[in-house]
């Protein structure tokens, strides 16, 4: 069966009020973002709906991909014929020859736009209830809950039938609530603290602090494909590869031990904060959660934050190990995670690090660093690429004139 177009249903952002059409663009653009390999589709989005027109595609190539993008909450392929009762009648009983096995339940579900048509929604829907007991007069009609809900819509443009409702990602379109900077090691915490932010319309970047020799260049590799692995869900992400040696040697060599793990982490922060002043981002994300190890006590994440005013987004903050995981299993991130290639955290981890670290004490071991000067040259060698699933730079202009 050959559908002619995909009908997309916004969820949570029916409730935007006048930053509607904002948010309803931006979907557009990541929509477009996701088909990009399928340029005959043509997108239409009004307050409603979207419209993905398909004009030839193969939609059991799309679908999948429909799935990941974020602010969708259902969508439904479907069949676009004439506007015409001999055409809806034709059209719903191939729909019905194909899927009824003999044991479903069914009922039709009528919308009419175009208030010019012969029949009302109600009239529809006996109409074309009618037309599948005539051909099936075993086929029982039950209101809630059907296992078929044939869904039939008269807009101007044509009749549209459809019986499939698939769950989309849910969440708010990536990009429409501002850029953040995800702190990305090489675990299984960080990429699932992205995929949930990005879940609420953030747009990551993503920084990841390498210490060569100390690190390698496979768990480099590792934090890139980590990244790439969320691509499917907003688009091309900036990586944003931070040199950590000489501050991670100097605090070695200048500290005592307990408190290597706190005073790496403010130098984390500090460094991040101002990346993400540099590139224009809002807030900090990271995996943290809560207990999970030394760095993530409270008296840790305090005595960490102090460093910055700017916000920090744990998202995973009170879930449990397990319940990351699962997460991590669903956005296909685990299996990556857990190769074991050490990040800089880890190599340079001390023994017995400090789970009530005292301001005091960070603060007059602080002075025997140079921070500005350290972070001066670690800022000077950033290196910047742009991690991508084939997805090309979308204008937001094209879908101007939709809404």
């Not at 579900?109 to 007991?133: M, N, P, W, Y």
């Not at 922060?269 to 590139?279: C, P, S, W, Y």
Request: hydrophobic letters at 40%.
């Amino acid at each position: 069966m050959q559908y002619t177009e995909i009908m997309v249903r916004y969820g949570e952002l029916s409730t935007k009020g006048k930053n509607r059409r904002s948010f309803i663009m931006q979907l557009a653009q990541n929509v477009r973002g996701a088909s990009v390999d399928f340029p005959a589709i043509k997108i239409h989005a009004d307050r409603d709906r979207m419209h993905l027109i398909l004009n030839g595609e193969d939609s059991t190539q799309i679908i999948p991909k429909l799935t990941k993008v974020f602010g969708i909450q259902t969508f439904s392929p479907s069949i676009r014929v004439e506007k015409d009762t001999v055409a809806l009648k034709a059209t719903t009983e191939e729909i019905m020859e194909t899927i009824y096995t003999g044991k479903e339940t069914f009922k039709v579900t009528a919308k009419r736009s175009d208030h010019f048509f012969e029949l009302d929604s109600h009239g529809i829907q006996q109409f074309l209830g009618k037309v599948v007991v005539d051909r099936f007069p075993n086929i029982k009609v039950q209101m809630k809950h059907p296992d078929i809900n044939l869904r039939v819509e008269i807009r101007r443009d044509g009749a549209y039938l459809s019986y499939e409702t698939i769950k989309g990602a849910g969440g708010l379109p990536v990009g429409s609530s501002g850029k953040g900077m995800l702190m990305l090691s090489g675990g299984i915490d960080s990429p699932v603290a992205g995929y949930l932010s990005m879940k609420r319309g953030v747009e990551i970047e993503a920084v990841h602090f390498a210490s060569p020799p100390y690190t390698s260049d496979q768990a480099l590799q590792k934090a890139k494909e980590l990244t790439e692995k969320l691509t499917p869900y907003g688009g091309s992400i900036e990586f944003i590869e931070v040199p950590f040696t000489e501050i991670q040697e100097e605090i070695k060599q200048h500290t005592p031990q307990g408190y290597w793990m706190t005073l790496t982490r403010r130098m984390m922060l500090r460094i991040t904060d101002a990346i993400r002043e540099l590139r224009n981002g809002l807030v900090i994300i990271n995996g943290e959660s809560l207990g999970q190890v030394a760095s993530q006590t409270l008296h840790s994440m305090v005595a960490i934050n102090e460093v910055t005013s700017t916000p920090i987004i744990r998202p995973v903050a009170t879930m449990d190990k397990t319940e990351i995981i699962e997460l991590a299993e669903k956005i296909d991130t685990f299996e990556l995670a857990i190769q074991p290639f050490e990040d800089c955290c880890t190599i340079f981890a001390p023994p017995q690090p400090k789970t009530r670290p005292k301001m005091v004490k960070v603060l007059e071991l602080e002075k025997r660093l140079d921070i500005d000067g350290m972070m001066a040259r670690c800022l000077e060698g950033l290196k910047i690429e742009v991690i991508s699933a084939a997805q090309s730079e979308i204008q937001v202009e094209e879908f101007a004139d939709l809404l």
